[in-house]
Structure formats: C-alpha cells, structure tokens
C-alpha cells in the first residue's frame, strides 16, 4: 500500500495533469504523462548531479513544475498532429528519450541556472494582488455577455485585451521588470483612450472604427484597390495631405466637433488627438516619459528600479479606474445579455471595493518612496 506521501503526490500529479488540459483544450494520455514524470525526475537529479549543483532548501523544481514542462513540451512538439499520429510518437522510444533529456536540461538551466532579480513587489503583495482581482472579476463579468450584437462584442474584446494587458504590466512589475512594465503601460494608455473614445463619442463611432481598421492590411485584402481609393477619397473629403497618418487616426474625423477643429485644435495623432478626444491630456507629460525608454538610452540606466515601479503602480491606477468607468456603462447597457445578470447590477459597487483597495495600498507606497 503507498504510504502517505506517494499518495499525496499522486493526488497532486493527477490534479496539476487535470489542470493543464482544461486550461489548454488538450486532453492527453494521462499514462504518458505519469511514465515520462518518472523518468525526468530520475534525469532531473543526474543533470544535477553532472553540474555539480547542490541545492539549497526548498529550491528543488517542484512536482507541478516538472508536470508543467513535460505538458507543454508534449503540446508544443505535437499539438498540430492528429491524434493518432499524437499517440504513435508517445509510444516511439526516442521521442520519449529526446523529450525527458530535453525537459531534464530545461529544468535545471532555467530554474537553477538563472539569474535571481531582486524585486520591489511579488506576485503575492497585497497591490500585486489587488490588480490581479480587480481584472480577474472585471474579465469574469466581460465573459458573461453573448450575442449577436457586433458593437457589443467588439467593445468587450477590447474590454478584455485592456484587462489582459494590465495583469501582463503587474506581472512584470512582480518580476522586477519594471523598466517593462512602464514600456508596456505606454500602450495600454492608448488602448484606454481608444475605449473612452468609443464608447463615449457616439454610437456609430465603432463601426467607424472597424471599417477604418481595414487600411491597417490593405496588401493581403483582395480588394486592396477598392480601399485604397476609398482611403484617397476620404482624405480628400477630409482635407488631410498625410495618409499615414490617416491611417492610424483617421477614425476621429468621424467624431462630432473633430473636423471642425482639424489643424487648429486637433491633430491627427496621439497627443493633439486621441488623447485630447479622451479628454487625457493632463496625462502627456507621463506618456512622453514612458515613450524616452522604448528605446535603449540613458534613462534606461540612469533611473532606479524603484521609480519605473512607483510611476508604473500610480498611471496604471488611473488607467484602470478610466476603463473600469466604461466597463461600468458597458455592464447596464448591455445587461440584458449577461448570464450573469445580478452580477453585473454588482459589478460598479463590488468593483470599486477593489478599487479602494489598490488606493490605499498606493498611499503606502507613496509613504514608503515619499522624497526618494
């Protein structure tokens, strides 16, 4: 009978196999899996051993880590195969042999070999983990409308992408990546001001937009000619002389008051445009200083770690709080064609509990970087 140990790791082993296909799509031989564990913990410890590493405590690779490598090496090597092509190279010793020499290194390198960054913050710190809520619920919300309705579901695409980028900035944050983070929050700001744009400047503005994204591959359109005669007509109609320009921003000419005041209160671009139209130009200044380290340069290595981190937690707050406004109206818009109705009457008042979270872990950040 396995002792009580065996058990665990069995249980935790099915589990984690469990896990990884429902979070791939991809149900695996579960067999497989175990047999190819066995022997990559066997390698796992003889790379080891050849490298002359001794581990410290708890700096073993975990059981749901090794699980984690053989899957997804498993999937990357075989994910485009039918499944009975998939099951005759799980039963083909030398790509059993190539996958756990292969998986053994992998491990070794990469969780031993590594370079260790000291971080400001870490997945588990409370304003990590207050983020990570805020966008996990608002994405649980957004995944609950269905329908036909086209501006709906364009709209709460690009709701997602907006939560999705926002977890990858915090994410890079809790990896002391925070040069990254600020890099990264530079293009959500533009997402954020495309969605107050939207889905304040008019109900037709959208499908403004989709149309208007057709310029963007007009040379794998089959009816390239087509568009770019419309393209030339529109910025004849417009006035506009710069059709790369145009082309990214063309879209605002279809919001009310933008023509009127083209070339003398709005431009087609990012500062004098989009972000005037949203009505965030108090926030330039923030968006130039992330745009000085997108390429290599002495801000890059001159600034402290700490700042990027500091700067990235506080713009990122009022990013969040300008699209959790808009998922707000988007939620009792669209209510109707929620599963989860009686959510989305909670949503504003559960959303800004999460928010008056992050506010107060800011404020102890401010007194912990107050005068450096």
Known sequence: MPNIIDQMEEHIFAAQVARLCRITGKAYDSEFIRQMYARVKEQYVAELQKRKIRLRALDGARLDEIVSYIFYYHLFHTSHMPAELVKRLEGEEKYRDMLVRDVAIYIVINEHLNVEKISNTSVYSPEIAAYNMACSYSLYILGSFKGQDRRMNGINNLFKKSMVTIKSVINLLAAGNSCDAVILWRHLHELECVLIVLCTKGEGLFFQYIKHMEYFDMEENPNAEALQQRLSEECKAFGVKERNAFINYGWLEYVEGFKEGFGKEYRLNFKDGLQKIA????????????????????????????????????????????????????????????????????????????????ARNNKIIAAKYAGK
Not at 280 to 302: C, D, E, F, G, N
Not at 324 to 331: D, E, M, R, S, T
Request: glycine share 4%; net charge positive.
């Open 279 to 358: 009505g965030q130009s108090a926030r330039h200044a923030a968006y130039a200083s992330a745009s000085k380290i997108l390429h290599p340069s002495a801000w890059v290595v001159t600034i402290r770690d700490d700042k990027f981190y500091k700067f990235t937690v506080f713009e990122l707050f009022r990013s969040l709080v300008n699209i959790v406004a808009q998922i707000k109206g988007y939620a009792q818009r669209y209510r109707e064609n929620s599963d989860k109705r009686s959510e989305c009457d909670n949503y504003s008042r559960t959303i800004d509990g999460y928010l008056n979270m992050i």
